[in-house]
């Protein structure tokens, strides 16, 4: 099973659209849960790694490196 290469800052795209029809999220938590913001709404929601993995389609945009 490929793992899917994820980042703080990156957009992804979640199997299901927010209720408010954007379907691009920035990751602005790394940890045991992700947390995930809506770039629609600015909502945020906290997320289990696990199921993150699975309900995660694809990295739409690679987050900036702040070095
Ligand atoms: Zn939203």
Redesign the pocket.
């Known amino acids: 099973m490929e793992k899917k290469q994820f980042d703080l800052n990156d957009i992804v795209e979640m199997k299901k659209p927010?209720?408010?029809g954007?379907n691009a999220w920035k990751v602005i938590r790394m940890g045991m849960d992700i947390r995930i913001k809506?770039t629609?709404?600015n909502?945020s929601v906290l997320i289990p790694r696990r199921e993150f993995e699975r309900k995660l389609k694809k990295v739409l945009q690679k987050g900036e490196k702040e070095e």
Request: with cysteine; hydrophobic share 0%; glycine share 12%.
């Open positions: 927010h209720p408010c954007t809506c629609g709404c909502h």
